[in-house]
T-cell receptor, first 115, second 114 residues
Framework: KAGVTQTPRYLIKTRGQQVTLSCSPI?????VSWYQQTPGQGLQFLFE???????NKGNFPGRFSGRQFSNSRSEMNVSTLELGDSALYLC??????????????FGPGTRLTVT | AQSVTQPDIHITVSEGASLELRCNYS??????LFWYVQSPGQGLQLLLK??????LVQGIKGFEAEFKRSQSSFNLRKPSVHWSDAAEYFC????????????FGGGTRLMVKP
């Protein structure tokens, strides 16, 4: 069974641009979560989608948005990029978004560098 | 709001020695508690989790953790460390009815001396 796939794996963007990152969950998984990992702030929750609906949202500005498609694939978008958005963006999927029943599996991440 | 503290940023142990990584959390009720491991260039892998019941939980790769409500702690232990255990370890807390929204600690980087 294939794991969580994130594309692209590496990305370099310029300040002010926007970026879209993609996540393909494990087949059959309906919950997708996104996290940002930086050396300064650590791992921070961005948002969680379940069956195309945003179920939870972290404390990030509106420049960060996401969506989930009917096949459970998810994208996150960051508009008007800032240097501080440079980070490893991790996606995770689980069967039903209930951590006491089903484990959450993480992808390898997308490394975004903003110059 | 919930929070997680991992007091040790770096720990170095000799191969074969025992290991304990500390984790303290802040949460009003009984939380969901997790330990994850991250190897360089990799995503996170779940080592073990606690939701309720027996306070000593066993995980993969020979790890165990003990939930101590009175100390708000969930420390990770391993009786004998292998060189392949060198990685970064993260403690995380979640909550019932909060889906997969987790709050992570800052992480502890483990180095293993031969």
């Amino acid at each position: 069974k294939a794991g969580v796939t994130q594309t692209p794996r590496y990305l370099i963007k310029t300040r002010g641009q926007q970026v879209t990152l993609s996540c393909s969950p494990i087949s059959g998984h309906r919950s997708v979560s996104w996290y940002q990992q930086t050396p300064g702030q650590g791992l921070q929750f961005l948002f969680e989608y379940f069956s195309e609906t945003q179920r939870n949202k972290g404390n990030f500005p509106g420049r960060f948005s996401g969506r989930q498609f009917s096949n459970s694939r998810s994208e996150m978008n960051v508009s008007t990029l800032e240097l501080g958005d440079s980070a490893l963006y991790l996606c995770a999927s689980s069967l039903d978004g209930n951590p006491d029943r089903h484990e959450q599996y993480f992808g390898p991440g997308t490394r975004l560098t903003v110059t | 709001a919930q929070s997680v503290t991992q007091p040790d940023i770096h720990i170095t142990v000799s191969e074969g020695a025992s290991l304990e990584l500390r984790c303290n959390y802040s949460y009003g009720a009984t939380p969901y508690l997790f330990w994850y491991v991250q190897s360089p260039g990799q995503g996170l892998q779940l080592l073990l989790k606690y939701f309720s019941g027996d306070t000593l939980v066993q995980g993969i790769k020979g790890f165990e953790a003990e939930f101590k409500r009175s100390q708000s702690s969930f420390n990770l232990r391993k009786p004998s460390v292998h060189w392949s255990d060198a990685a970064e370890y993260f403690c995380a807390v979640g909550a019932p009815n909060a889906g997969n929204m987790l709050t992570f600690g800052g992480g502890t980087r483990l180095m293993v001396k031969p």
